[in-house]
């Protein structure tokens, strides 16, 4: 998180300062897949955890509904 807060701050500097357009696209790219990759670890740790506890709690319906909600969000 430090390192894409670094990114966007970098980013930030770069349009202030008027830097080439396809420079700024670049580092707006970078951040971009930073973002998606912590959202990849998130989501697999979610799985992972919390909705394995509610499959073995019994909360089969709870647990599906999440898988569902993850699959969307991954969609967009």
């Known amino acids: 998180m430090k390192i894409i807060g670094g990114q966007i701050r970098g980013l ?10 396809i420079d ?3 580092q707006t790219s970078a951040v971009k897949q930073g973002l998606s990759n912590v959202e990849d670890l998130l989501l697999e740790n979610h799985l992972g955890t919390c909705v ?3 499959v073995a709690a019994g909360q ?7 898988i ?6 991954k969609r967009k």
């Open 12 to 21: 930030e500097k770069m349009v202030e300062g008027g830097t080439y357009c």
């Open 24 to 26: 700024v696209i670049t």
């Open 52 to 54: 394995l506890k509610q």
């Open 60 to 66: 089969t319906e709870k647990a599906k509904k999440e």
């Open 68 to 73: 569902l909600k993850v699959y969307q969000l």
